[in-house]
């Protein structure tokens, strides 16, 4: 029995509720569809899992690679039974049998994933246009990259009340939905949004674009590996993304204020234990409380 699926409902619940770019809504729409063709209400829980597995296992593409296609298969199902209501049976296939599907071990995380402000400066100016313009941005504002590839021109106004001092407001729409205003005051960086403002097409266009086709994060990630390698070596270089550049600017932020509320708003983060994970991996906590209670031998 083919399940019927409301792939329109679909589209529109990813669209409203989970603030997913058109090609990550295509990519997961696409996959719930799939899977809603397969899928059995009556199933048994048995049933279901093994069906999950089988589903996620054969989801590869030409090459053969099945590791980004099983995270997309994986997100697509467990948005199908939000949508239906089911989330509990996503819930309990993950909890039994979720490491089971897992392609790759993890890699160790990097505990140091700082840049210095001379080298982010040193890579801009090594980076072709527009992505000169994207890293300024993220070392001004601290934002995700996600974050700046979305921005269209319906999102910058121009604050010029002082001629010798104008600067843009940026409405950003955060993780979770959440909108946010973020100025940017660097002249450079302003007449280079604002150039790239007047070249769009339309207001809810995004003003990041490369070959005539939108900038994706991958992308982004990919510009940043190759100047990273060309100035820093291939053994650091290749390791360098674009998430580097805004931890680099809270463990800034940190040093110049000590102040782990004033780097949370910078970071435009819901819960301060996200800002302490942040500097706890480069040990600026654990230096900057040793050093106010250092033992007197």
């Not at 934002?143 to 910058?156: A, G, M, W, Y």
């Not at 973020?182 to 790239?196: C, N, S, Y």
Request: hydrophobic share 35%; net charge positive.
């Amino acid at each position: 029995m083919v399940f019927e699926f409301d792939w329109r409902g679909f589209r529109e619940y990813l669209t409203n509720k989970q603030r997913y770019s058109e090609g990550s809504i295509d990519v997961y729409n696409n996959q719930a569809w799939l899977f809603s063709q397969v899928y059995d209400s009556t199933m048994s829980e048995e049933e279901l899992h093994k069906l999950i597995n089988d589903f996620c296992i054969t989801r590869t593409n030409k090459k053969g690679e099945t590791n980004r296609f099983k995270s997309t298969a994986m997100f697509g199902i467990r948005h199908f039974f939000m949508f239906i209501g089911r989330e509990d049976l996503w819930k309990n296939y993950y909890d039994k049998s979720g490491q089971a599907i897992a392609s790759k071990e993890r890699p160790r995380r990097i505990i140091n994933k700082v840049l210095l402000p001379e080298e982010i400066i040193e890579m801009k100016h090594n980076l072709p246009n527009p992505y000169d313009v994207i890293i300024g941005i993220q070392f001004e504002t601290a934002l995700r990259i996600s974050e700046i590839c979305n921005i269209t021109p319906r999102d910058v106004s121009i604050v010029d009340t002082d001629p010798n001092n104008v600067f843009l407001r940026l409405s950003i729409i955060q993780k979770g939905g959440r909108q946010r205003i973020v100025p940017i005051f660097d002249k450079e960086i302003v007449d280079g949004v604002i150039e790239l403002c007047s070249k769009n097409r339309t207001l809810n266009t995004q003003i990041f674009w490369d070959l005539n086709r939108m900038i994706s994060q991958k992308e982004v990630n990919r510009e940043y590996k190759v100047v990273a390698i060309k100035l820093f070596g291939e053994e650091r270089g290749k390791l360098i993304t674009s998430h580097w550049v805004r931890h680099s600017r809270a463990v800034q932020i940190y040093q110049e204020t000590s102040d782990v509320f004033k780097t949370q708003l910078v970071l435009g983060h819901r819960r301060l234990n996200t800002t302490a994970v942040y500097l706890k991996s480069t040990g600026l906590l654990e230096e900057e409380v040793l050093k106010k209670h250092r033992i007197k031998w």
